[in-house]
């Protein structure tokens, strides 16, 4: 859950504070407020794409995000009989959850669905196939003029259950291997959208994820093309790169020079420590507030592995065990 705040803001996750502090405390500091407003003074835009904020609190970085607005009451209309059959799916699998879970478990969309905006149904970038259909037919309808913008598209994923099939189309019940290459041909059509634009060659496109197999081995994905580079075959790089060097990496393709981490400082093979932590349910710790929530959260603890060299070290030590235990003060989920 951390990862993408993490990355946005480079301020590593604190288990010390609540959430909603170490959101705040993210988008608000030195970090942030240089790397944004870098962006703006270099004639930038930031457009955020998610339909979940409540995980990024993004609230904190209404001053960075040109397409954030807050919504009113004459905003939306509640649906209170679509939204009383989602908690009704909620209520049934409660008491059956292996049983019913996968055949009544309600979705983000049934409740865009239930509680519309005005005008029309929330169309997310997030889920099912109506990020990719609006590709298709509208292409990059958000970017207009010289095309200077930091943009954020943060899409579900493999996240169980799985929806879309190998076409980027919504399917019943496909496998996570369909739903993994839907979402390549999602990425492939954004390529293909900026090329349509003209703005595909002056970009920096950057493609990773919030985390890699649990595990296995949670080293992630970091797929980059810089501006006007142009390769006959994909470069691979084992330099020891990390969430960290995201906005310097930015910075460093629109042409600044910053005092910010990039991916260029590390040399393929060198060796350099790294720490990768993820939720734990540890009993042996007490149960924290969920976040948002009156009830007990699912987590207790992060675990911190600290490991030197490639993914095959991180999974010697996901064997050994955690180098640190944190004790949370709030639960995600």
Not at 246 to 271: C, Q, R
């Amino acid at each position: 859950f951390p990862s993408v705040v993490h990355m946005l803001t480079g301020h590593p996750f604190d288990t010390t504070v609540p959430i909603d502090t170490w959101f705040q405390e993210s988008w608000e500091g030195e970090t942030s407020k240089y790397f944004y407003q870098t962006l703006n003074d270099n004639g930038y835009k930031f457009h955020f794409f998610d339909s979940n904020n409540d995980y990024f609190g993004i609230q904190y970085a209404e001053p960075y995000v040109e397409n954030l607005r807050k919504l009113t009451r004459t905003d939306y209309t509640v649906h209170y009989d679509r939204l009383v059959g989602s908690m009704l799916k909620l209520a049934a699998y409660r008491y059956a959850p292996h049983m019913l879970k996968q055949a009544l478990e309600p979705d983000t969309f049934d409740f865009y669905s239930a509680v519309p905006l005005n005008g029309g149904e929330v169309e997310s970038c997030l889920n099912r196939n109506a990020f990719y259909n609006r590709l298709v037919r509208d292409g990059l309808h958000s970017i207009q003029g010289d095309g200077k913008y930091f943009i954020i598209e943060f899409l579900k994923g493999t996240h169980p259950p799985y929806h879309l099939d190998a076409d980027g189309q919504l399917a019943d019940n496909p496998t996570l291997e369909e739903t993994a290459a839907g979402y390549m041909k999602v990425f492939a059509e954004y390529l293909e959208a900026l090329k349509r634009q003209g703005v595909y060659d002056k970009s920096t496109i950057i493609l990773t994820s919030d985390h890699g197999d649990k595990e296995n081995s949670m080293q992630v994905m970091y797929f980059i093309k810089e501006p006007y580079v142009r390769r006959d075959e994909m470069a691979v790089s084992s330099a020891p790169i990390s969430h960290k060097e995201m906005l310097g990496t930015i910075l460093k393709n629109i042409g600044v020079e910053s005092d910010l981490p990039t991916i260029y400082d590390f040399a393929d093979g060198e060796l350099r420590e790294r720490t990768v932590m993820r939720n734990y349910i540890d009993t042996k710790y007490p149960y924290v507030p969920k976040y948002h929530s009156t009830a007990v959260g699912t987590h207790t603890v992060m675990y911190a592995y600290t490991y030197t060299g490639d993914r095959r070290d991180l999974r010697k030590q996901f064997r050994r065990g955690p180098t640190e235990i944190l004790p949370l003060t709030e639960s995600f989920n």
